[in-house]
């Protein structure tokens, strides 16, 4: 699976034995945004990061639109619970974009924004997301993230390792 910065969604397969080492387009989607910046897979699901806030789920076998997550607190506001109402159509919320989002196996979808902040969602029972934690944690945008899982380093199992423009890698218990 690959998206565009404009949106445009591919699924792609190997090609039959005589076109032996192409690529060709199975499926396609365009997810109309101003902005995509990330995409993980499962086996369930594709998750997006796009401008704005939004992480869209989408069905990976039909590329069916599924649902969004809940969008990041808005820039300026101090809390998630006491946002403030806009005092004019110029004062409408602004969001971080989410720059890279991260699905476990294990029903935790992770997303990563420009204002240096990450959320972690349980979305086994989706449509019903469940937040376990978020965490402002680095001074400038989140590149990327991923979640190092069993015996594949000697770090502790879960362990959800991020990297952003402030020249620093964090890790995080991701079972907090």
């Given at each position: 699976y690959?998206?565009?910065?404009?949106g445009?969604l591919?699924s792609?397969q190997m090609?039959?034995?005589?076109?032996?080492?192409?690529?060709?387009v199975?499926?396609?989607?365009?997810?109309?945004?101003t902005g995509?910046?990330?995409?993980?897979?499962?086996?369930?699901y594709?998750?997006?990061?796009?401008?704005d806030g939004i992480?869209?789920?989408?069905?990976?076998?039909?590329?069916?639109?599924i649902?969004?997550?809940p969008?990041?607190r808005?820039f300026?506001?101090e809390?998630?619970?006491?946002s403030p109402a806009?005092?004019?159509?110029?004062?409408?919320?602004q969001y971080?974009?989410?720059i890279?989002c991260y699905?476990?196996?294990e029903g935790?979808l992770?997303?990563?924004?420009?204002?240096?902040?990450?959320?972690?969602w349980?979305?086994?029972e989706?449509?019903k997301?469940r937040?376990?934690?978020a965490?402002?944690?680095h001074n400038?945008?989140i590149?990327d993230?991923?979640?190092?899982?069993?015996?594949?380093?000697n770090?502790?199992s879960?362990t959800?390792v991020t990297?952003s423009a402030?020249?620093?890698i964090?890790?995080?218990?991701?079972a907090?």
């Amino acid at each position: 699976y690959i998206i565009t910065t404009d949106g445009h969604l591919y699924s792609l397969q190997m090609a039959t034995a005589n076109n032996r080492g192409r690529l060709v387009v199975e499926k396609a989607m365009n997810m109309r945004t101003t902005g995509a910046y990330g995409i993980s897979v499962n086996d369930q699901y594709l998750s997006i990061a796009f401008a704005d806030g939004i992480i869209r789920l989408i069905n990976r076998q039909t590329l069916e639109y599924i649902g969004a997550l809940p969008k990041p607190r808005a820039f300026g506001q101090e809390s998630e619970l006491h946002s403030p109402a806009p005092s004019s159509p110029e004062s409408e919320p602004q969001y971080p974009d989410t720059i890279a989002c991260y699905l476990s196996k294990e029903g935790n979808l992770f997303g990563a924004y420009s204002d240096g902040s990450f959320t972690s969602w349980n979305i086994s029972e989706f449509p019903k997301a469940r937040r376990n934690f978020a965490e402002f944690s680095h001074n400038q945008c989140i590149w990327d993230m991923k979640l190092i899982s069993g015996n594949q380093s000697n770090l502790p199992s879960n362990t959800l390792v991020t990297c952003s423009a402030d020249n620093t890698i964090r890790f995080w218990d991701s079972a907090m």
